[in-house]
Nanobody
Framework: QVHLMESGGGLVQPGGSLRLSCAAS????????MGWYRQRLGEQRELVAI????????HEEDSVKGRFSISRGDAENTVTLQMNNLRLEDTAVYYC???????????WGQGTQVTVSS
């Protein structure tokens, strides 16, 4: 079993930056992909970015390209999302994500609020 714990988030003005971090615990050897989803109020959860165990970014939402950067830690059980040039529409609850095998699973963390407001 894998557990995800997020940190970071908060309130920032448009154009500002925030850094989200997530650490996985438990059966971390089973993790293949890690990443971030977000959910705006009243909307469905959407994928932000995914990075595999080799450090390759396999998915990235179009609106964040060039502004957000996802990376995995050396221990491979951490994932970070550096968010720059934040916009009002980036306001959402951000969820850490992990996918693994044996058996196959998808899990999300409890979420952290990011609010972009002037």
């Amino acid at each position: 079993q894998v557990h995800l714990m997020e940190s970071g988030g908060g309130l920032v003005q448009p154009g500002g930056s925030l850094r989200l971090s997530c650490a996985a615990s438990g059966n971390i050897a089973s993790i293949v992909d890690m990443g971030w989803y977000r959910q705006r109020l009243g909307e469905q959860r959407e994928l932000v970015a995914i990075i595999n165990r080799d450090g390759q970014v396999t998915h990235e939402e179009d609106s964040v390209k060039g502004r957000f950067s996802i990376s995995r830690g050396d221990a491979e059980n951490t994932v970070t999302l550096q968010m720059n040039n934040l916009r009002l529409e980036d306001t959402a609850v951000y969820y850490c994500y992990a996918a693994g095998l044996y058996p196959e699973y998808d899990i999300w963390g409890q979420g952290t609020q990011v609010t972009v407001s002037s």
